[in-house]
């Protein structure tokens, strides 16, 4: 019944409608006309000037979020010169206890080859700490350079507006694009970037304990040579390739090994010591905006470039 009535009306107001228009033609005054047609224009103006062809969910939600990227560009930043005097003041609150507290205890009950190796490590650990901690709050992550125009990019950075290299992501926090980035870590005030990697490892692994799932899902990242955001964004790839039947590969995996070497920025085997177990201000592999596999990499796979 209701597709039977909907075919009977749907003639009749199209009758209707032109009738009016006809009428609406030869007895509307001209001014009234000109008002309606200036308004029907101011229409098709703010249509085209809203309309964007990349709208849809995805602008919607980011619209929503603006408070919220508001209060991180403006509030959250300030957390980490926070957490970097939390972090200091921890430290230094346990190394007192140590001396205070355990180290007479130590003295009275261990023996002296034990007191030895505990005496070694934890001071050993010490330096490492506050060498690596120091060499991560006062190392800039690495930014793109803007001034130049012959370095390869794959995309616009729709904050900054400045071309970006492969695997450049932009920092709301820093408020500017970061090579390589991870994330934005309050605890190491500049944006996460796995670029001066060898300045983190050592201060991260010391506090593997307490961070002990973070430190897990980091290794598994280092370990598939992706960042955190890669995550994410080879994860959809994936997706995207296997409901077409191909198979998605990371052109930065270098296999569990070789991708442990990059982080660590590890060359040859003497680096294990002097780079690894022993503080190091090296830097690392590459510049940050083109990223062809170490000459010593014994298998990688064909450089491409992604976002």
Not at 2 to 25: E, F, N, V
Not at 71 to 83: A, C, K, P, S
């Amino acid at each position: 019944m209701r597709g039977q009535r909907s075919l009977l009306l749907g003639p009749a107001r199209l009758c209707l409608r032109l009738l009016l228009l006809l009428g609406y033609r030869r007895r509307c005054p001209p001014l009234l006309r000109g008002l309606v047609q200036r308004w029907r224009y101011g229409k098709v103006c703010l249509r085209s000037l809203l309309y964007n062809s990349f709208g849809g969910s995805d602008t919607a939600v980011d619209a929503a979020f603006e408070p919220v990227y508001w209060l991180v560009d403006n509030v959250i930043r300030w957390f980490g010169v926070v957490f970097v005097v939390l972090v200091i003041v921890l430290t230094g609150s346990i190394v007192a206890i140590a001396y205070l507290c355990v180290l007479p205890l130590i003295l009275q009950t261990y023996s002296v080859p034990r007191l030895c190796w505990h005496f070694f490590y934890s001071h050993w650990n010490l330096i490492l700490i506050v060498f690596h901690y120091y060499q991560a709050i006062t190392t800039p992550p690495g930014y793109p350079p803007q001034g130049r125009n012959d370095i390869a990019t794959v995309s616009i950075c729709k904050k900054c507006i400045y071309p970006k290299p492969a695997r450049t992501h932009h920092c709301s926090i820093c408020n500017r694009c970061v090579l390589k980035m991870d994330h934005h870590c309050h605890i190491l005030p500049p944006a996460l970037s796995k670029l001066p990697t060898s300045l983190r490892p050592s201060f991260l692994s010391s506090v593997a304990l307490a961070l002990g799932a973070l430190t897990v899902w980091h290794a598994v990242l280092i370990s598939r040579g992706e960042t955190s955001i890669e995550r994410h964004i080879n994860k959809k790839e994936r997706r995207r390739l296997q409901a077409k039947g191909r198979v998605f590969r990371n052109p930065y995996n270098y296999g569990c090994l070789d991708n442990w070497k990059v982080f660590l920025g590890v060359d040859t085997g003497r680096h294990w010591l002097t780079r690894v177990l022993l503080p190091s201000s090296h830097l690392p592999h590459g510049n940050g905006m083109s990223w062809e596999p170490p000459p010593w990499v014994t298998a990688h796979s064909a450089s491409v470039m992604a976002v």
